[in-house]
């Protein structure tokens, strides 16, 4: 049974910074990537970021990109979303996901390509 969990979330005012963290537990992941998403309420959900677990290679939506980094941990299965310059309209549930797939390809973006999910971690950021 395969597991991912996010935490680090919380409220914040806007130019601050928040780390997330996202374990994955259950079996030991020699491929693929991990994305997170984001949603906020009435909205659809979102990519924000993947990173492949072997190679970490990087992909951004543009509306986080030069204040959001993500990184990997292989050692503990661990995904990381550094976000700084928090902005109001950041304000989200953050949701990690796996891609079975290392390569993002052309459907990087669809939630339908990513097989398991988290809970999710809620995020806020105030003006």
């Known amino acids: 049974q395969v597991q991912v969990a996010e935490s680090g979330g919380g409220l914040v005012q806007a130019g601050e910074s928040l780390r997330l963290s996202c374990a994955a537990s259950?079996?030991?992941?020699?491929?693929?990537?991990m994305g997170w998403f984001r949603q906020a309420p009435g909205m659809a959900r979102e990519f924000v970021a993947r990173?492949?677990?072997?190679?970490?290679?990087?992909v951004y939506d543009d509306s986080v990109k030069g204040r959001f980094t993500i990184s990997v941990d292989n050692a503990k299965n661990t995904v990381y979303l550094e976000m700084n310059s928090l902005k109001p309209e950041d304000t989200a549930r953050y949701y990690c996901?796996?891609?079975?797939?290392?390569?993002?390809?052309?459907?990087?973006?669809?939630?339908?390509?990513?097989?398991?999910w988290g809970q999710g971690t809620q995020v806020t950021v105030s003006s």
């Open positions: 996901a796996r891609d079975p797939e290392s390569w993002p390809g052309s459907r990087y973006r669809d939630p339908r390509k990513y097989d398991y």
């Open positions: 259950g079996r030991t992941f020699d491929s693929g990537a």
């Open positions: 990173i492949s677990w072997i190679g970490g290679m990087t």
